[in-house]
């Protein structure tokens, strides 16, 4: 089999935490587990389909078995770089640990960044403050309908966050809002994100677009793999804010997506054309839709759909293409707070290449993902962290 041949499809189940990491009370999230938890407050899933993958022999999911044979190759993975942000984990998952977190406001934004922010947009700001952003919509929608005021607010992630309805604040206009932020935010404050989110509506029924949200982040400090892969003369191809993250490095396309159902769509549209190198999707409902507003049914109905995909993602698949399905980071649905939380990262590899029942045990890293990517791949990828396991699962040519 040729290079041309093999394609990796890297699926990313957005806040799809399997239990605490072992300092996870350095981040108060002690006990944490996505999935684990999810299934005792629901009295147990059926995600038959992961399953056959080993689901079940990474946690104790209720209603999910562990699997003495498995369909393909599972494990979990430990987080090495500090933080339990989006940004973090992909550039990880990518093969780049990092050595600092990213600065965050657990108070709000200092009054310096805000006043310059508010001097170079010629506009005063409501909010300033951590909140779940529905809920900031909830209680600061009315006011900024009769003021023209921006929304800004931040999590226990790296973001400087801007809401505004577009009827108040034209979505051009939010857009130019976040790049003044990004440009401006540097230093002790240069965030790992600037997100702007557009919603509609009146008081009591706001919505947020997800499709029209724009992420602004900071380039990874040094090359990924997705840098590498492109620069072998791959292509790599994302599915929805997956290009946001990497702030386009390495992507020739990255559609925006407005939600898990239009993500799946188009990852089997990608897959029908064939190709090679990377197809890159982020499934975020788990995490923003389910995860942050602490919606069990939510979170398990997203799940049960995704579980339903597998096999026409299976069927899908050409004799080349290798499937790695992991998560970025937790978000228990269960937990207090509206938080991510710091968790291992599940990781299920399939796909005729693969052999079956391998268990890779507890990765060192998300890093290794990457670095096994660019042996699939064969890449010569020498500055990537992480361990390799692509020996482990491939099947002899």
């Known amino acids: 089999m040729s290079s ?6 890297w699926v990313i189940l957005d806040g799809v935490g399997v239990g605490a990491l072992p300092d996870a009370s350095e981040y108060d999230d002690e006990g944490a587990n996505t999935l684990g938890n999810l299934a005792d407050a629901l009295g147990g899933l059926s995600l038959p389909n992961m399953e056959a993958l080993g689901l079940g022999n990474l946690t104790n999911v209720v209603g999910v078995a562990p699997y003495s044979v498995t369909r393909g190759a599972y494990g979990k993975m430990s987080e090495v770089s500090p933080g339990k942000d989006s940004t973090t984990g992909h550039w990880e998952l990518a093969g780049i640990i990092l050595d600092r977190p990213f600065p ?12 310059r922010f508010e001097e170079l947009i010629g506009v005063k700001v409501l909010g300033n403050k951590p909140a779940s952003g529905t809920v900031i919509i909830e209680e600061l929608g009315e006011e900024h309908l009769k003021t023209g005021r921006p929304i800004l607010y931040t999590s ?3 973001v400087f966050q801007l809401a505004a309805n577009k009827e ?4 051009d206009e939010l857009y130019h809002m976040c790049e003044v932020a990004r440009k401006m935010l ?13 919603f509609i509506g009146s008081p009591g029924s706001f919505e947020r677009i997800g499709a029209e949200r724009l992420d602004l982040s900071l380039p990874p400090p040094r090359p990924s793999v997705l840098d590498m892969c492109s620069k072998a003369g791959l292509p790599v191809k994302g599915v929805g804010k997956v290009g946001d993250l990497y702030a386009g490095r390495g992507f020739e396309s990255s559609p925006h997506t407005s939600g898990n159902q239009e993500t799946m769509s188009m990852i089997l549209q990608e897959i029908s054309r064939g190709g090679e190198g990377i197809l890159m999707a982020n499934l975020v409902d788990f995490d923003m839709l ?5 919606d069990c049914p939510g979170f398990a109905r997203g ?4 579980d339903d995909f597998l096999p026409e993602l299976g069927r899908a698949m050409k004799r080349g293409d290798i499937c790695m399905v992991v998560s970025d980071h937790g978000c228990d649905p269960t937990y207090g707070g509206s938080d991510h939380t710091r968790e291992y990262a599940l990781l299920l590899v399939f796909g005729k290449r693969v052999a079956p029942g391998i268990d890779l045990g507890i990765r060192e890293s998300f890093a290794d993902c990457g670095k096994s990517i660019a042996d699939f791949l064969e890449i010569e ?9 692509a020996e482990e699962v491939l099947l002899p040519a």
């Open 156 to 158: 226990a992630d790296s």
């Open 303 to 306: 799940l049960k759909e995704f």
């Open 4 to 9: 041309a041949d093999k394609r990796v499809i």
């Open 381 to 389: 990828a020498p500055d990537l962290d992480g361990t390799s396991f």
């Open 186 to 198: 540097r230093g002790e404050h240069m965030v790992s994100r600037v997100i702007a989110r557009p």
């Open 168 to 171: 108040v604040i034209p979505l």
């Open 290 to 294: 389910y995860g942050h507003r602490r």
């Open 104 to 115: 965050v406001y657990p108070e709000g934004f200092p009054a310096e960044v805000v006043e």
